[in-house]
């Protein structure tokens, strides 16, 4: 998320295109930050946007233009969706901090690691029958079987979905 850029997003095709994680430098190395490559290459993936996503990006696109102008010179426009206030990457200790943390508090949820929110919309989609392939492939998993094995937990009750259809079918 923090090393995702605009030209990676179509908003009138509604799709995201994952390129590249961001690595921060620490200060004792020099500081920046690297868009380097991913683990491996089925982690470079094109990603179908639901529309409430599409709409909080184009909210975010009218957010990061009101940033440029409040920054005015000092602005460096790399081009990321989730800027710091001077348009470079931000990095992810200030996100889960000063952002993530209180937004869990004031929601009054527990802490959570930011991590656990991709476990959880990949156990809800395979709760809501999506199949499994999909979701391996939203993932950027390397295989089905991996989503399959990390995921397991969630598809015991999905047998009774299966069951049913079977019935339905040929009862």
């Known amino acids: 998320m923090l090393a995702l850029k605009w030209v990676d997003i179509d908003l009138d095709a509604g799709f995201l295109q994952v390129r590249a994680p961001v690595h921060h430098r620490n200060r ?4 920046g930050y690297t868009l380097e490559a991913p683990k491996t290459a089925r982690s470079m993936r094109r990603i ?12 975010q696109r009218a957010h990061v233009a009101e940033m440029r102008l409040a920054a ?7 081009d990321m969706v989730f800027p710091d206030t001077s348009g470079r990457a931000q990095r ?17 949820l527990p802490l959570i690691r930011f991590h656990d929110l991709r476990h959880t919309a990949a156990t809800l989609l395979l709760h809501q029958g999506v199949n499994p392939k999909v979701v391996s492939e939203m993932l950027g998993h390397t295989t089905v079987a991996m989503t399959l094995d990390v ?13 049913q259809a079977m019935d339905k079918l040929f009862g």
Not at 92 to 108: D, E, V
């Open 28 to 31: 004792r190395d020099g500081g």
């Open 48 to 59: 179908k946007l639901a529309e409430t996503a599409s709409t909080a990006l184009r909210r």
């Open 72 to 78: 005015g010179a000092e602005w460096c426009d790399e």
């Open 92 to 108: 992810s200790n200030h996100i889960l901090q000063r952002k993530f943390q209180p937004l869990l508090k004031r929601a009054g």
């Open 151 to 163: 995921y397991s937990h969630v598809l015991p009750d999905m047998q009774d979905t299966a069951t």
